[in-house]
T-cell receptor
Framework: DTEVTQTPKHLVMGMTNKKSLKCEQH?????MYWYKQKAKKPPELMFV???????INESVPSRFSPECPNSSLLNLHLHALQPEDSALYLC??????????????FGQGTRLTVV | AQKVTQAQTEISVVEKEDVTLDCVYE???????LFWYKQPPSGELVFLIR??????QNEISGRYSWNFQKSTSSFNFTITASQVVDSAVYFC?????????????FGQGTTLQVKP
């Protein structure tokens, strides 16, 4: 069983809706990530949090708003999305990279459909 | 610039065959890390292995083995005696030490189908 839990597993939302994706880990990791994966493509990094602070934003549109309320939780707030934002959204966590780049552990993802 | 190439888009084998998934990477950094992940239909990426650029020792874990060759910038993955449960998309990924970001650069993935 994965130790990174994402909810919901599936989400259908309209273009005017506001929704949130949630991610939780209990491995004591202090780095957390959001990736976006389109069908038959590799994951693409969106955001990185290190010690609960945003350290990377890969030029993601403002309709995606991340939040890291504590070391175990990571949220992705969604507002006014477009149909092309439909994808699998993956959360991951890892130790921080003060001793090299560690492996990241991924959740099962949220399959998002924007209608 | 960093890049990972997985030239094999899809591979189909019959159960019990051995199969090798190729991965070629590009980076200008001397310190970097290579990873393999498995993505079954459920969607989760399952971590398989991490290797740093200073450790060229090959590794074996059960039916899985990895061949890291810096001279050819390759990090290939072999499954011995494949099983139906090995059917998945396999990603090779690269991260370097320069930005201290933990960012992974993924290859395009290889879809492996193991038929009974």
């Amino acid at each position: 069983d994965t130790e990174v839990t994402q909810t919901p597993k599936h989400l259908v939302m309209g273009m005017t809706n506001k929704k949130s994706l949630k991610c939780e880990q209990h491995m004591g990791h202090r780095a957390m990530y959001w990736y976006k994966q389109k069908a038959k493509k590799p994951p693409e990094l969106m955001f990185v949090y290190s010690y609960e602070k945003l350290s990377i934003n890969e030029s993601v549109p403002s309709r995606f708003s991340p939040e890291c309320p504590n070391s175990s939780l990571l949220n992705l707030h969604l507002h006014a999305l477009q149909p092309e934002d439909s994808a699998l959204y993956l959360c991951a966590s890892s130790q921080v990279w003060d001793r090299g780049i560690p492996e990241a552990f991924f959740g099962q993802g949220t399959r998002l459909t924007v209608v | 610039a960093q890049k990972v190439t997985q030239a094999q888009t899809e591979i189909s084998v019959v159960e019990k065959e051995d199969v090798t998934l190729d991965c070629v990477y590009e980076t200008r950094d001397t310190t970097y890390y290579l990873f393999w992940y498995k993505q079954p239909p459920s969607g989760e990426l399952v971590f398989l292995i991490r290797r740093n650029s200073f450790d060229e020792q090959n590794e074996i874990s059960g039916r899985y083995s990895w061949n890291f060759q810096k001279s050819t910038s390759s990090f290939n993955f072999t499954i011995t005696a494949s099983q139906v449960v090995d059917s998945a998309v396999y990603f090779c990924a690269l991260a370097d030490d320069s930005g201290n970001t933990g960012k992974l650069i993924f290859g395009q993935g290889t879809t492996l189908q193991v038929k009974p």
